[in-house]
């Protein structure tokens, strides 16, 4: 069974500085795995997707890296601000299922 | 394109009652998810669709639940009867599966069973 999980659970830094977060699952047979972004009262935002034969993806800000072999994914958020404050969750596309396996998410607070 | 739709954002219902929650993945998509979410539990799948059908029920608690899509743009998670501890944030997502893409959810259906 894919369990996957994040740590920390929860990260608190000031404003401007760059952080990673980390996600790992314990079956390395996946189609993808996906960040997702959640603020409090929504729904969830892909930030990033990446496929199961690719290393890294960028997006502004965000830079997702996948070692398959490992089970392991981070996200860098470089210089970050107020409005990155949010529950960041990692998911991973089961292959043959093609349903998505969630961790716990991390829950970050930027300070200003 | 207006995203999931989902309704009703907020529901308070008593116990024994049933509840509906509906949801309008976005046009073109050819799988739907219902998820749930609680503090203890974190996310988790109830059941998904593909074309209308459904592929993986596992995730479904008990009978006292039941999902059921008629056609591409219109589903629905029926909990009958509710019970205290079905008080949870349900989600609706869909997807067009082509090798993997990006799966969008909806804003939620907030459910307090008293």
């Known amino acids: 069974k894919q369990e996957v999980t994040q740590i920390p659970a929860a990260l608190s830094v000031p404003e401007g500085e760059n952080l990673v977060l980390n996600c790992s699952f314990t079956d390395s047979a996946i189609y993808n795995l996906q960040w997702f972004r959640q603020d409090p009262g929504k729904g969830l935002t892909s930030l990033l997707l990446?496929?199961?034969?690719?290393r890294e993806q960028t997006s502004g800000r965000l830079n997702a890296s996948l070692d398959k072999s490992s089970g392991r994914s981070t996200l860098y958020i470089a210089a970050s601000q107020p409005g990155d404050s949010a529950t960041y969750l990692c998911?991973?596309?089961?292959?043959?299922?093609?349903?998505?396996?969630f961790g716990q998410g991390t829950r970050l607070t930027i300070n200003p | 394109d207006a995203g999931v739709i989902q309704s009703p954002r907020h529901e308070v219902t008593e116990m024994g009652q049933e509840v509906t929650l509906r949801c309008k993945p976005i046009?073109?998509?050819?799988?739907l998810f219902w998820y749930r979410q609680t503090m203890m539990r974190g996310l988790e799948l109830l059941i998904y669709?593909?074309?209308?059908?459904?592929?993986?029920d596992s995730g479904m608690p008990e009978d006292r639940f039941s999902a059921k899509m008629p056609n591409a743009s219109f589903s629905t998670l029926k909990i009958q009867p509710s019970e205290p501890r079905d008080s949870a944030v349900y989600f609706c997502?869909?997807?067009?599966?082509?090798?993997?893409?990006?799966?969008?959810f909806g804003e939620g259906s907030w459910l307090t069973v008293v």
């Open positions: 669709f593909n074309n209308n059908v459904p592929i993986d």
């Open positions: 997502a869909s997807s067009f599966f082509v090798k993997g893409n990006t799966i969008y």
């Open positions: 990446i496929q199961s034969s690719q």
């Open positions: 046009s073109g998509h050819d799988y």
């Open positions: 998911a991973v596309v089961i292959q043959g299922a093609q349903k998505l396996v």
